[in-house]
């Protein structure tokens, strides 16, 4: 059992609009009650994928909020890294999530990984991404 650590969300998926898009936030239930995800067109580099992952809400809470001990940042980089790569490099890759993803002190842990397949259409099959379509159209 994983005890500690930030549940993150990290996902990887194709936009009609932009192409392919990377996403970071706060995961597990906290994406369902705070829905704050940043996203992110690919390609990007590591550096790209850094500033992303420190942004909002979950920059806040990597970094050691109110004492706590900093965490793991470069590890979910490389983690969010692997899969936007994977994503590029596999045709058959039409969504990829990563939800929840524990960062620790020292190191990652992927609970639940999500890849589904591409089905020869371009529309948004991801909860998370259409909740949040919804909450921008209010």
Not at 52 to 59: A, D, Q, Y
Request: aromatic fraction near 2%; proline fraction near 4%.
């Amino acid at each position: 059992m994983i005890t500690g650590g930030v549940e993150v969300i990290i996902g990887v998926r194709w936009d009609p609009e932009l192409g392919p898009i990377i996403s970071a936030g706060l995961g597990g239930t906290a994406v369902e009650l705070i829905g704050e995800v940043h996203h992110r067109q690919l390609p990007a580099n590591s550096r790209d994928l850094g500033r992303l992952i420190t942004s909002g809400r979950l920059g806040a809470l990597l970094s050691g909020f109110r004492g706590s001990a900093a965490l793991d940042h470069r590890a979910l980089t490389s983690a969010a890294l692997a899969g936007a790569r994977l994503f590029s490099r596999e045709p058959g890759i039409g969504e990829l999530e990563m939800n929840p993803v524990i960062v620790a002190v020292a190191g990652v842990h992927a609970v639940d990984l999500k890849i589904a397949p591409y089905d020869g259409t371009l529309d948004d099959s991801s909860t998370v991404h259409a909740q949040q379509r919804r909450r921008k159209d209010c």
